[in-house]
């Protein structure tokens, strides 16, 4: 997990690069939290440049910069809905109208924000979307994106 507010990078540097290379190379997603509409603009271009590395942005943060591209430029990123502090219901859903709910993963942000697993849980299961889907968002995308088929 790389995250802007506690660590000091920027996307492009050395420290970013060798973490990078490290989850492209053993197949695992990057969770980054992204600081800045500055940071995030050079994190899509990266993520343009390595569409095989998968990566999870925090927060939704800087979602509608995605939502100007292609499902397909981005089919490598996914968007944790961790919590319902920061993530409203209606970025939800302006997000999921443009990426599907295979691009949403349920988070706590634990240890920060009180009760923010079942308040995230809850805005979860209160949009209008399918059950299906709601079971994707809460645990089932996860275990795709991680190459496993159960617990």
């Keep these: 997990k790389m995250h802007q507010c506690w660590e000091d990078f920027e996307v492009g540097d050395d420290y970013f690069c060798k973490a990078a290379m490290w989850a492209e190379q053993n197949n695992v997603p990057m969770f980054i939290h992204i600081y800045n509409q500055t940071e995030m ?10 569409p095989n590395m998968k990566f999870i942005i925090g927060h939704l943060y800087w979602m509608e910069l995605f939502l100007e ?24 859903m302006l997000g999921y109208s443009h990426f599907g709910a295979e691009h949403f993963l ?29 079971d994707k968002i809460c645990g089932l995308n996860i275990l795709k ?3 496993r088929s159960e617990l």
């Design 41 to 50: 603009k050079k994190l899509i271009l990266y993520i343009k440049e390595h």
């Design 69 to 92: 591209g292609s499902k397909e430029a981005f089919r490598n990123v996914y968007f944790d809905l961790s919590n319902g502090y920061f993530v409203s219901k209606e970025r939800i």
């Design 145 to 147: 994106l991680l190459g």
């Design 106 to 134: 349920l988070g706590s942000d634990t240890p920060y924000g009180k009760k923010s697993l079942e308040l995230t849980l809850s805005m979860i299961k209160k949009l209008d979307i399918s059950e299906e889907d709601s």
